[in-house]
């Protein structure tokens, strides 16, 4: 569009004649061409990264794009339409994204088109890199962990073939704080999770000496000075996904069986119960019979949002505990937990078990809450207290403003 | 069969997909209800199409109300199912084998709605014929699931040709009932055709007397099974009883004079008073449907999930549509078998860790 003007600022007449044109050509395609761009529709968002300040969000989609959405200016620009649908990252305090196109390049790519970085690598699915840009992590698709690349490559967690069946349709979860901590959540598995990091249990085995199941899918928090984990943190069950606080001090997890637990990484052998929305704090080790309501501690419960009507099997929660992603909304103090196919969230503070608040984030455009091959598709820029989410049925994304005076969640912009 | 694995003391693991969940339901009923040297070991419901209180004492067949139903029930929520011939509750088929796993898939359009995420229908006007032209050309698993499902169907008589279930029942029992009370069952039948006006106390008197002589017929035969069965645990030497107007009970292991007589009272009310149409408000969900997004919130299920005792388990991406194991995708036949059940079971006995 940059030629249409003549040097006098008016219009070209075969110009006008082209716009008028196009014009109809609008009007006869039909009302949908406002989503459409030179390179396609875009399909929903697979993985999605906030800038630190949240002005800026990067997203790759199940349709191969790799959009960049300038969040304050309420545009977007396709940048590929080859990118590796997992491979969205923002990079911590940067204004440098991650990406990896179709052909295993990974990009280091400043918001201005300059990749600052460049290498191949196997097909990620999910990375993350450091403010330093020292630190590379990425896994595979077995979940396997590694540090660096090319001749640097090194395996942090490679114990085994696969996450299990029950981790097939998740990714692997990575997140970074600022104090080089890193979590993992795959799938949760007692028995497993409870062993501990030794000699007999390495994180790392020979490529020839691999176990028929990892232990390490769980939650587990990682040193990526040492590259060696520093605890499991066991608890969950089934699909897992969990998030640490920017400054290290806090993991918070949630899983597809409803429970939820927080550590306070400093001593990371103890851990606690989120509360659950409606039944409360579950009290261990009571001894009452399975099914006593007296197991749940209700006190600091608040009221849960619900429906006017029930549905056909009498419900009228909205909310749920069955959580599909967490993400800190408001620096290390505050985070979201993310129901599974639900668009309310609940707002809980570090250390604390009790749920704060609920906010909806809406149902027109749904968010990206139904699918856990999605979670990464949930992502937060906690000292801009913005969060972003891909939209469950379309390829575009919402974004919300957290005031934490005034403790609202607001939607700012619907981009699409 | 399965009497003869057990006295020999062969482990059985048993499988049924779809209906024929209700094949192995009824065997283990048996088995349960009249006693078996031993337990089965597991029995896999692969999507079946029984109801979600199948495995529950919720029986049609007794006249203690239903739990957690003591305040009048919701009309617009599926209630027991009260007609007599579902043949869709087995109470006593859990103490026959030592763990129930059931499998459900969202996906599953025979059973229910499908759920189906779909990435691919973006909203543009455009994409809504090829929309339609995908639902023609579908399976026909995905075309019903679109449409709610079969199942919960299963007791529609209109249109007829889906009507077979009850119908069959409705003309099995007009021609006992000729039989037993000559004369008079054709008034039944024909107030049943809306051809005869049931004002009229003479036919209204025939059709009780009618109704009197099935209940009689229906208790004799109960009574006289029981006589006949063998005291003592069901073995494979002796034959199952034959059933004639107790057909629709044939699954339950004892059929006692006060379940006959319940029974019975039920066929009446659901020929005489509801004319063959089930007044169920909604059929119950198929088990596994529901899934454990609904009872999330009860202290019971969240116990045994908070403790791991049960594990709730997305199925939706290996099972695909109804009869998905049909395809041999890595996910059903190396992720489910090896690593879903194999593996689980070496972690937990530690065997093969090194």
Redesign the interface.
Known sequence: MANIRSRGGQLEPHVLKSVFALLVVMLLTGCALGSKQPSGTLGPVMALGVSSDGRYAISTHLSKHLVLWDIERQQREILSTNANIYSAYFINDRDAFLWQDLNDQVRVQTIDGEVIQQFTHFPTYGHVMDDSLKHYLASTKTWDIYHGHDESLTPVMRDSHSPSVVGSGKMLKLRLAENGYLVSAGTGFGEVDRRPIDSEHPPVRKLDKLRFSSNYAGVVLWDVNTLKPIAKLAGNNVKVDAAISPDGQWVVSGDENAIALYWNTKSPEMNYDLAAGVLGVYKRNTGLPVGDPRKWDKSGLIPVPMADKPNRWGNRHLTTDITVALAFINDSQEFLRFGYRSHWVALFEAGNPWPQKYFDLGDDPYPSTASYLRSLSIATAPKAQVLVTGHRYDGGITVYRYDPEARTLTREWVGE | MLLQLLEADIRVNVIGHSLGARVALTALNLLGERGAPRRLDQLFLWQPAVADNALSPDTPFTDTPPRNELVPP?P???GREVHPLGMGTFPGAHRAVRNIVVLHSHEDGILGPSDR???G??????DWFQRAGTFIEASSDDRTGKLGGAYSKKWWTFPPEIAGGLGYFRDYYFERGRALAPGQWEAACLIHLQQRSADDASVRYRIDRAWEALTRAIVDEARRVMAALPPGPLDSETPLPEYDLLKPLAHRGIISERLALIFARQLRQLGQRDGWQPRDV?VR?ALGL?G???V?????F?????T?Q?????Q???LFEHSAMKYPTE?IFV??Y???II??I???SRF??Y
């Open positions: 919701d617009n929520r599926p995420e779909t990435p229908e973006w909203y543009d006007p455009r909604e969900p529901v454990f997004v609904e999330q919130n009860e202290d019971f969240r116990d045994k999930f908070r791991n049960f594990d709730f388990v997305n939706t991406t290996w996910e992720k489910s090896q690593e879903g593996n689980r070496k972690e937990k093969g860790q």
